[in-house]
Nanobody
Framework: QVQLVESGGGLAQPGGSLRVSCQAS????????MRWYRQAPGKQRELVAS???????NYAGPVQGRFTISRDNAKNTVDLQMNSLSPEDTGVYYC???????????????WGQGTQVTVSS
C-alpha cells in the first residue's frame, strides 16, 4: 500500500504565501501523476494543480500564475507553493497520487488526509 502524509498549510494574510508538501511512502513501485485538490466550506472538491512524472504541469484558472506545483521523483514528494493568496484560496488541500504499489496489480488513486489553508486578515 501507499501512504500520503501532507504538511504545511496554516494561516496566511491576503497577499501572503504558504507551501504545502506531500510525502508518499510505503510499498511503491512507481508513481505517475501527482495532484493537489482543495475543498472550500460548502463546495465540492476541485483540482488545483497537477504534475506528471515527466514534470508537465497544469493549473486551474484561478491559481494560474500564483501557484507552482513541483515534485521530487527520488523522494516521492510533491509540493505546492502558493503566492498572492486570497481568501478564496481558503480550504482543505488534499494530495492525490496515482501509484503502482509493489503488491498491486494496477495503478491506483491514493489520497492524503488533507491540510487546512486559511487566508484571512
Amino acid at each position: 500500500q501507499v501512504q500520503l502524509v501532507e504538511s504545511g498549510g496554516g494561516l496566511a494574510q491576503p497577499g501572503g504565501s504558504l507551501r504545502v508538501s506531500c510525502q508518499a511512502s510505503g510499498s511503491i513501485f512507481d508513481i505517475g501523476a501527482m495532484r493537489w485538490y482543495r475543498q472550500a466550506p460548502g463546495k465540492q472538491r476541485e483540482l488545483v494543480a497537477s504534475i506528471t512524472k515527466h514534470f508537465d504541469t497544469n493549473y486551474a484558472g484561478p491559481v494560474q500564475g500564483r501557484f507552482t506545483i513541483s515534485r521530487d521523483n527520488a523522494k516521492n514528494t510533491v509540493d505546492l507553493q502558493m503566492n498572492s493568496l486570497s481568501p478564496e484560496d481558503t480550504g482543505v488541500y488534499y494530495c492525490n497520487v496515482i501509484a503502482f504499489a509493489r503488491t498491486g496489480i494496477t495503478w491506483t488513486d491514493y489520497w492524503g488526509q488533507g491540510t487546512q489553508v486559511t487566508v484571512s486578515s
